[in-house]
């Protein structure tokens, strides 16, 4: 195990980002396909293709999921994606046509000190997202960097540098569970003033520092603190197992899920969120699973997706800009 959500057979990830424009874009392949649905719970979502995902559209499955920086001008990753996807022969068919399906959702980071030369200028510069896209999905693995990459690379917390994070575990039933997570939060994943992450108590081999939870929590723990005005934010994932799921099954675990972004993160789920969550089934372990063995999966996935959140702010790197948030390591150090 490599404690990312590559340890689910059938999944690989690649990064492509772009240090001038601090942003990037992830991309989650799905060997074979995958049965996917999704969960949205933020006030303030972008997506593509995610009403093809409920359980009652016709298409079953899917061949990648798409996770991007760049609001909605990071809309455009999908189309590179779709573009490699049709290289490589993936889809359905339609009359001798390939379709690729890769859905889609985008975080808000447009604000980060990064040059956006497209918002100045929008008839001499193009966003860069496309090729992002196509880049990230010719990069797709088994191993893949954590922190300031991809979709996390201009991501935000209230007061710490976000980015990108993943976590695994195998369940008593014998599957394999993921999560992958970009943090870009309007809240805080810690508690109070820090170091210690509110996902603590769900930790594994000191994957986020080791600290837990501190002996007795802090008097402002719990005071509101979040991102004032017009702060757009969004943390965005996919998690997945290796069971056999119909694509209800998968809404249900995309909505348990949701359960460990609200375990990480302090508000979350907020009018100006756009909190999303994918949860894929790639079939490669066994056949049709009974509600308890499903219970199992969303608790196992609730607690990678809140492991994952603290990884991506705990391995992330601050940006090279005038008034750029620290980084948790440049705070609190290596531990």
């Not at 447009?110 to 090729?131: A, C, H, S």
């Not at 990230?136 to 917390?157: C, D, H, I, N, Q």
């Not at 986020?208 to 017009?230: C, E, I, N, T, V």
Request: aromatic letters at 6%.
């Amino acid at each position: 195990m490599r404690n990312l959500i590559t340890d689910v057979a059938g999944v690989r990830v690649g990064h492509a980002d772009d240090a001038r424009i601090a942003s990037g874009v992830t991309v989650a392949v799905f060997d074979g396909q995958a049965t996917v649905s999704a969960s949205v719970q933020g006030g303030a979502p972008g997506s593509r293709d995610i009403a093809l995902l409920e359980p009652e559209m016709v298409r079953q499955t899917i061949d990648a999921v798409v996770l991007s920086g760049g609001s909605l001008f990071g809309l455009d990753a999908a189309g590179g994606v779709v573009n490699v996807l049709s290289q490589w022969r993936l889809g359905f068919e339609i009359a001798g046509v390939r379709v690729p399906i890769a859905s889609q959702a985008i975080l808000f980071d447009l604000i980060n000190g990064g040059e956006k030369p497209w918002l100045v200028d929008p008839e001499k510069n193009r966003p860069p997202y496309w090729d992002l896209g196509r880049e990230a999905t010719l990069a797709a693995g088994e191993r893949f960097a954590l922190g300031t990459v991809g979709a996390g690379y201009g991501a935000t917390t209230v007061n710490l540098k976000g980015g990108l994070g993943s976590a695994s575990t195998a369940t008593r039933s014998g599957h394999v569970v993921g999560a992958l997570v970009a943090v870009n939060s309007v809240g805080s994943a810690l508690i109070g003033d820090g170091p210690h992450f509110w996902a603590g108590a769900y930790e594994r081999d000191a994957e986020f520092g080791g600290l837990g939870w501190p002996a007795s929590r802090p008097a402002d723990a719990l005071a509101p603190h979040f991102k004032g005005g017009a702060q757009p934010s969004t943390t965005i994932g996919l998690v997945a197992t290796d069971a056999t799921l119909t694509k209800a099954e998968c809404k249900r675990l995309a909505i348990m899920a949701h359960d460990g972004l609200a375990r990480a993160v302090r508000p979350t789920h907020a009018p100006m969120d756009g909190d999303t969550l994918f949860a894929a089934a790639t079939g490669r372990n066994g056949a049709a699973l009974d509600p308890v063995v499903l219970t199992e999966l969303g608790l196992a996935a609730a607690d990678c997706v809140a492991r994952a959140i603290a990884r991506g702010v705990f391995e992330a790197q601050a940006l090279p800009f005038a008034g750029a948030l620290p980084a948790w390591q440049d705070r609190f150090g290596r531990r």
